[in-house]
């Protein structure tokens, strides 16, 4: 958890979750983004020559975009002053004892080995810019799944890798999937083939660990037909004096009949911009869903979208922002329905507390000719004390015939009738106030693993403890 | 119109601040751009073919035609509001466009500066008026711009009811038209405002109704939208003193090629404030609607209670609504809903109607008639409704 009962992580987040371990790198670029830079990105990783020329042309791309002009102020980022890439150990590992200790140390703490010894079906924990530990169970390389990090896929699955890469979110997407088309390094890379369900979730942790460390991960993820696969990300981050980017891009393409659900736990310190484009694409009767957590950052900027692109596709998404002290949260989803008959729901629950601000920001957009369509969205905003704020942009452009759409919202604080209702039950104030925003965001919990539940609990505890007013 | 200052001329015996106003207005309109694509409110709004130098006579510059009520109480003033610019600039002058600012873009810059007709009232304090006030604004002839202002001045613990209609004489005729208004809510004031816009189908409707409530005041405003084949409508209450409660409804039905665009705003700048919006249209044939509505709560605003709600019946294939209910809200001590539909008549009720032997076209018109008919209720005096009910009668057929 990046921020601590004060959301000040600079305070006490070393004593209480010290992730922090010396730097050690095997490689560290220079500061600041130029083409030699990425060149020297792309040959680092011995890309083919298709991918240093798409990293050039995206940087070019990059530098004509403008800043976006709407969503929270990224003026203070200087592109100039970040690493674009490290790499902690020049080799990936195969099991967890060959892992350098200062990294083994961090996970540690982080309980990675602990679940995956448990039920997790492979771990691909990425530390800095590339995944180091890696490994996959048995059962799902027999099944023809394919799970590991991205850099590794490029060279060992070129044709399945080049056939999907950047086919749903194209570099001219926007600034920051330009910028990370460019610069990528580390993400998972997932194929699941036809007719093939995993049964449990597939899960990699992301870390961010170096001063002024920009981390762009590339996730790309294929479902074939009839397939199903639930992937987890989850985030954490130590405590740094200066501001760092990440900015991510996660693509998914989900075929005809199969379903994907993308988790996110995303909980970086209170210092890092996260501005990540996160799209699936979805085929006749597939669905997509997305559970997106935003806890942690200082700037969140961050709409998971589905395209919905054959008759039947469904898309869902179901966020959670909280907001604490300096912190903003400009969140939402956005669903295009491209094609007829095809259904989305975006459910979204803020919390804004000591000062900070949620924005559910969406789109729904339905062309001309996807008729019969069906979209809801449902905006649930708390707020706990008078300095913090709630905004909400909800975006709809319907072109389509006979189509339903609905949009509710509602913003409030604590009720003093359940607040009543609880103390006169012997229940202490603050308990009773942790009780209510547990149960307010309880949509969201259910739907996440069991151990993942129980953290977002402790840390909305944690946030809580005698900070209500 | 041709929009020179020559055009001023044509109003002419105007006191000196007025003519300052509209030059200051019009320079504004030189000044600011058009509006962009990339600008959110024009977005989906397209005014690239409007142009007002196409329609540069002035139409009804001595004002329009009042219903008085048979008796005014002492006091009152009620006027042409040209008229009223000189004859009590001190009640007039200090207000005209403070509400509804010159320059807030090209339109309303336009409208400022060359504003004809239009209605002065003015009750003074405590004082009631039982009948309402009827101002009626007609369009005579095509080609032309109507563009009447009305400015409403409600006095501590007074109350009253206004009608502002706004009538083509040929439904068929091009122009460009405007109808703003601006209401001023003292303490305690109790005011029902009433605008029934049914202009004729080819003409560009620009308004902007913006009230401004003080302590324990109370509005009731009713925005009827019918006529126009581009009709751009905002209408904005800021609640600033504690104890106001600003109540706004509209209806419109939009059908043929019409193009309806409403923008609202209920702003809570003080606590203990309560505003209730509820905008409600039906949509034929290859009519377009956009709603985008704000409320913004601001930070010292606690104990605010705001509402808003657009719902929208597509009845056609073709036609197309666009909704985007909005909220900033700075303040943790507030109740705070919102909600907007777009969909068509539910099949499932239409089956039930049909299934008792209802003719599909009755069934459909019962169900119209049924999803206007909560809103219809909350119209602030009995005149203007049963206007609006036959308006909206002939209309579903």
């Known amino acids: 958890m990046a921020t601590a009962p004060k959301i000040d992580v600079g305070g006490d987040y070393k004593e209480k979750y010290g992730f922090f371990v010396p730097e050690d790198y095997v490689f560290k670029a220079k500061r600041g983004l130029n083409p030699e830079i990425v060149k020297e990105i792309s040959w680092m990783k011995g890309e083919p020559e298709w991918m240093t020329k798409m990293r050039l042309r995206s940087l070019e791309i990059f530098r004509k975009k403008p800043m976006p002009t709407w969503g929270a102020d990224l003026s203070v980022i200087d592109f100039e002053n970040i690493f674009y890439y490290l790499k902690?150990?020049?080799?990936?590992?195969?099991?967890?004892?060959?892992?350098?200790?200062?990294?083994?140390?961090?996970?540690?703490?982080?309980?990675?080995?602990?679940?995956?010894?448990?039920?997790?079906?492979?771990?691909?924990?990425?530390?800095?810019?590339?995944?180091?530990?890696?490994?996959?169970?048995?059962?799902?390389?027999?099944?023809?799944?394919?799970?590991?990090?991205?850099?590794?896929?490029?060279?060992?699955?070129p044709e399945l890798f080049k056939e999907y890469f950047g086919t749903v979110i194209?570099?001219?997407?926007?600034?920051?999937?330009?910028?990370?088309?460019?610069?990528?390094?580390?993400?998972?890379?997932?194929?699941?083939?036809k007719g093939v369900k995993v049964d449990i979730p597939l899960q990699a942790y992301f870390r961010i660990n170096a001063e002024n460390?920009?981390?762009?991960?590339?996730?790309?993820?294929?479902?074939?037909?009839?397939?199903?696969?639930?992937?987890?990300?989850?985030?954490?981050?130590?405590?740094?004096?200066?501001?760092?980017?990440?900015?991510?891009?996660v693509e998914i393409i989900v075929k005809k009949n199969a379903r994907c659900r993308y988790t996110t736990i995303q909980n970086w310190s209170t210092n890092v911009f996260n501005l990540v484009t996160k799209r699936a694409m979805a085929y006749a009767d597939a669905t997509m869903e997305w559970v997106d957590g935003n806890l942690g950052s200082q700037i969140t900027m961050k709409y998971p979208s589905v395209y919905l692109m054959e008759p039947g596709a469904k898309g869902d998404v179901l966020s959670v922002a909280f907001a604490g002290k300096g912190q903003h949260q400009d969140a939402g989803g956005k669903m295009i329905h491209v094609?007829?008959?095809?259904?989305?729901?975006?459910?979204?629950?803020?919390?804004?507390?000591?000062?900070?601000?949620?924005?559910?920001?969406?789109?729904?957009?339905?062309?001309?000719?996807?008729?019969?369509?069906?979209?809801?969205?449902?905006?649930?905003?708390?707020?706990?004390?008078?300095?913090?704020?709630?905004?909400?942009?909800?975006?709809?452009d319907v072109d389509a015939e006979n189509v339903t759409l609905g949009h509710e919202a509602t913003v409030s604080k604590v009720s003093d009738e359940q607040l009543f209702y609880l103390m006169s039950r012997g229940i202490p104030r603050a308990e009773a106030e942790t009780m209510i925003v547990n149960g307010f965001i309880e949509p969201f919990t259910k739907e996440l693993p069991l151990e993942y539940a129980v953290e977002l609990n402790r840390l909305i505890q944690l946030e809580m403890e005698g900070s209500v007013g | 119109m041709a929009i020179t200052s020559e055009t001023l001329d044509q109003l002419q015996g105007e006191p000196r601040w007025l003519q300052d106003v509209r030059r200051k207005a019009l320079e504004a309109y030189d000044r600011l751009p058009p509006p962009s694509k990339t600008d959110e409110e024009w977005r989906r709004t397209d005014v690239s073919r409007f142009d007002p130098s196409q329609f540069s006579k002035l139409e009804h510059r001595n004002g329009q035609k009042l219903v008085l009520p048979s008796a005014l109480p002492r006091g009152v003033i009620l006027k042409p509001l040209r008229q009223a610019a000189e004859e009590h600039p001190e009640l007039v002058e200090p207000r005209l466009f403070s509400l509804v600012h010159a320059d807030r873009d090209r339109f309303a810059a336009l409208h400022a500066a060359f504003f004809?007709?239009?209605?002065?009232?003015?009750?003074?304090?405590?004082?009631?008026?039982?009948?309402?006030?009827?101002?009626?604004?007609?369009?005579?002839?095509?080609?032309?711009?109507?563009?009447?202002?009305?400015?409403?001045?409600?006095?501590?613990?007074?109350?009253f009811n206004y009608l502002d209609e706004y009538i083509a004489e040929d439904d068929t005729e091009t122009g460009y038209r405007t109808g703003s208004t601006e209401i001023f809510l003292g303490d305690g004031a109790q005011v029902g405002y009433v605008a029934v816009q049914k202009w004729g189908r080819n003409v560009w409707h620009f308004a902007d109704q913006r009230a401004e409530l003080q302590k324990d005041s109370t509005l009731r405003l009713f925005n009827?939208?019918?006529?126009?084949?581009?009709?751009?409508?905002?209408?904005?209450?800021?609640?600033?003193?504690?104890?106001?409660?600003?109540?706004?409804?509209?209806?419109y039905f939009a059908s043929g090629e019409q193009f309806f665009d409403f923008h609202?705003?209920?702003?809570?700048?003080?606590?203990?404030?309560?505003?209730?919006?509820?905008?409600?249209?039906?949509?034929?044939?290859?009519?377009?609607?956009?709603?985008?509505?704000?409320?913004?709560?601001?930070?010292?605003?606690a104990r605010s209670d705001a509402y808003q709600a657009n719902r929208n019946l597509v009845l056609s294939d073709k036609a197309r609504a666009t909704s985007i209910p909005m909220l900033e809200i700075d303040n943790n001590d507030v109740r705070c809903t919102h909600g907007a539909t777009v969909g068509p008549v539910d099949p499932e009720h239409l089956f039930y109607l049909r299934s008792r032997g209802i003719p599909e076209a009755t069934a459909k018109r019962m169900l119209i008639q049924g999803f206007f008919g909560d809103v219809l209720d909350r119209i602030p005096f009995e005149h203007a409704r049963r206007l609006v009910e036959a308006e909206l009668e002939a209309r579903i057929g």
């Open chain 1, 88 to 157: 902690a150990s020049d080799k990936q590992s195969k099991s967890w004892e060959e892992l350098p200790p200062d990294i083994k140390a961090t996970y540690d703490r982080l309980g990675v080995p602990e679940a995956e010894r448990k039920f997790l079906a492979g771990v691909s924990a990425q530390y800095e810019s590339e995944v180091v530990y890696h490994s996959l169970q048995e059962k799902l390389s027999q099944q023809g799944v394919i799970f590991t990090d991205t850099d590794s896929a490029l060279r060992d699955h």
């Open chain 1, 170 to 193: 194209p570099p001219a997407d926007n600034k920051f999937s330009a910028l990370n088309t460019a610069v990528w390094s580390g993400g998972s890379f997932i194929y699941v083939p």
């Open chain 1, 213 to 249: 460390m920009g981390q762009f991960e590339r996730t790309l993820i294929i479902c074939d037909e009839g397939s199903f696969v639930h992937y987890i990300e989850g985030c954490t981050a130590p405590i740094y004096t200066t501001d760092s980017l990440h900015s991510a891009v």
């Open chain 1, 339 to 396: 094609a007829p008959n095809t259904t989305s729901t975006i459910t979204s629950k803020s919390i804004s507390k000591a000062g900070g601000r949620t924005s559910y920001r969406g789109h729904i957009k339905i062309y001309p000719g996807a008729n019969n369509c069906k979209s809801f969205v449902k905006c649930d905003a708390l707020l706990l004390d008078d300095e913090s704020r709630s905004d909400t942009y909800p975006y709809n």
């Open chain 2, 116 to 159: 004809t007709g239009g209605t002065f009232l003015y009750v003074p304090d405590g004082v009631e008026i039982d009948t309402p006030v009827i101002g009626q604004h007609f369009s005579h002839e095509g080609g032309t711009s109507v563009l009447p202002h009305t400015l409403i001045v409600a006095g501590t613990g007074s109350r």
């Open chain 2, 224 to 251: 009827v939208t019918l006529g126009g084949k581009f009709s751009k409508n905002r209408v904005e209450a800021s609640l600033a003193g504690e104890g106001a409660n600003a109540e706004l409804k509209a209806i």
């Open chain 2, 264 to 301: 609202t705003l209920q702003d809570h700048r003080v606590g203990n404030t309560r505003s209730d919006l509820l905008f409600k249209g039906a949509l034929s044939d290859s009519a377009r609607t956009v709603y985008a509505g704000l409320i913004r709560i601001e930070k010292h605003a």
